[in-house]
């Protein structure tokens, strides 16, 4: 599986982005995607996942209510859209993938393929 991560920037906070990731390569219907973010010096953290055949979603609880994670069938690509951004939301985000039906799956290990990053950066 080949991921494709696009949509990052620079956002005021409370502002929102929309982070898109194109996947190829595979069918998807047995996977499971996720978002993870990472910081210099600290460990990518797991952020949302969705399990693709249904449509099953998981969130950390520091974004939950703020971000959702989508998927369309039809483009293969799956998104983040994060909205009412805060300054600790700064990061290099990841799309990432895994085979599997787990969706509560967060271990950055887990999941076998993964897009380049892309720089979200929340201003105060």
């Known amino acids: 599986v080949q991921l494709q991560a696009s949509g990052g920037g620079l956002v005021q906070a409370g502002g929102s982005l929309r982070l898109s990731c194109a996947a190829s390569g595979r069918t998807l219907s047995s996977y499971v995607m996720g978002w993870f973010r990472q910081v210099p010096g600290k460990e990518r953290e797991f952020v949302a996942s969705?399990?693709?055949?249904?449509?099953?979603?998981y969130y950390i609880d520091s974004v939950k209510g703020r971000f959702t994670i989508s998927r369309d069938n039809a483009k293969s690509t799956v998104y983040l859209q994060m909205n009412s951004l805060k300054p600790e939301d700064t990061a290099v985000y990841y799309c990432?993938?895994?085979?599997?039906?787990?969706?509560?799956?967060?271990?950055?290990?887990?999941?076998?393929?993964w897009g380049q990053g892309t720089q979200v950066t929340v201003s105060s």
């Open positions: 990432a993938a895994r085979s599997g039906i787990v969706v509560t799956v967060s271990a950055p290990r887990l999941y076998a393929y």
């Open positions: 969705i399990k693709w055949s249904d449509g099953n979603t």
